[in-house]
């Protein structure tokens, strides 16, 4: 299992996530919505300002602070040399 840091020290396993986006268009809001709705939803940001949407294959939707391109580094970086992100 490989774990990548999403944000302020919470991990998510690598190999369960299905993509990252970024929450401005109308279709992301509602599968949020939609998430929160039936509990599915993981809010990491802490209060600041959501830049990330992880997809799981469990059909979990986690928000974080940090930007896409930064999450896809990380998980990039993690499937390269298998550790955790910082």
Avoid: C, W
């Avoid at 940001?45 to 799981?56: A, D, L």
């Amino acid at each position: 299992m490989k774990l990548v840091n999403v944000g302020f020290g919470n991990l998510v396993n690598a190999e369960r996530v299905v993509a990252v986006v970024g929450p401005d268009s109308a279709p992301v809001r509602r599968i949020i919505q939609n998430a929160k709705e039936a509990g599915r939803l993981i809010d990491v940001t802490q209060g600041r300002k959501t830049y990330s949407v992880v997809f799981t294959d469990s059909e979990h939707v986690i928000l974080s602070y940090l930007k896409p391109e930064q999450l896809v580094r990380r998980f990039d970086e993690n499937g390269e040399n298998g550790e955790v992100g910082e």
